[in-house]
């Protein structure tokens, strides 16, 4: 039985999806299991991380889990979420871990460093067959802008032109179901990307075309960006290194050639992931 954590997200959503297809048994952790959409055969669970015992139900019988945790960093001492979903899979005896992380890791210094850090060697050190996927910017990110696109054709985003090497959840999900049901990918740390850097406005453009739209971006003032994080409720340390990642480095550009010699295909493009998903954006 293969376990997959935050079943309902862009990566685990693909993850179920491809490993349902491929005739896995899959069991879907979601906190909302009666509200889960999932593929025919999924065996849909309720798991959270602050109740321990329903991990303990979640990961029984497990020979492998995709572990993730969307707690926003900051938001708690650690990655509680983390250790606790590493924890239970310990517990369980699951044999073969691939947790979702974050592009550089625990690299660096800074409150996201170091809670990430933190997150990966519970997995690390947790006596798993495990392997780390650490993608940058994903292209899914995009359906942030729906919303505004239902209303019109302008849309305000921050950062609009800073470049990031976007990668398809789908691509991700590829990787972790490889590495999920064979052991040839233990013990790797895979950073990814998708196989074009572009900037959001770029990426609007594309969007724009594939709906058939002349659509629009309004700049967010970098202040303006920092002032929402904060209002949205982004601890100060953690809204300080946000600014200085995005800001003073170009570090999530850069076109890396993982997912092409994982897969044995080039990741796929913008254009392609806005055409699966034009309905989003369409209503």
């Not at 606790?84 to 947790?99: D, E, T």
């Amino acid at each position: 039985m293969i376990l997959v954590t935050g079943a309902t997200g862009h990566v685990g959503g693909e993850l179920v999806r491809q490993l349902t297809a491929a005739w896995h048994p899959v069991r879907a952790m979601t906190r909302h299991p009666a509200d889960a959409r999932l593929p025919e055969g999924v065996q849909a669970v309720y798991g959270d991380a602050d109740d321990p015992a329903s991990l303990d139900a979640a990961f029984s019988g497990v020979e492998a889990a995709f572990l993730m945790s969307a707690q926003g960093v900051g938001t708690a001492p650690g990655p509680t979420h983390d250790l606790a979903l590493a924890r239970a899979a310990a517990k369980a005896g699951v044999r073969r871990v691939v947790k979702l992380s974050v592009l550089d890791g625990g690299a660096g210094s800074d409150v996201i460093a170091r809670w990430h850090a933190e997150a990966e060697a519970a997995v690390t050190d947790g006596g798993f067959a495990w392997t780390l996927l650490r993608p940058g910017r994903f292209m899914s990110n995009a359906l942030q802008w729906a919303g505004q696109l239902r209303a019109g054709d302008e849309v305000s985003i921050p950062f609009a032109d800073r470049p990031a090497a976007s990668i398809d959840p789908a691509d991700v999900a590829e990787i972790a179901a490889r590495a999920l049901t064979t052991d040839e990918h233990a013990g790797a740390a895979y950073e990814l990307s998708g196989p074009e850097s572009l900037t959001p406005t770029e990426e609007m453009a594309i969007l724009g075309r594939t709906l058939g739209r002349d659509l629009r971006v309004r700049p967010v003032p970098d202040e303006a960006a920092r002032t929402g994080m904060e209002r949205y409720g982004f601890p100060p340390e953690v809204v300080d290194a946000i600014m200085h990642r995005t800001l003073q480095s170009d570090r999530g550009a850069e076109v890396l050639p993982t997912v092409e010699k994982v897969l044995g295909r080039r990741p796929r493009t913008f254009a392609e992931w806005a055409g699966a998903h034009v309905t989003a954006f369409d209503g």
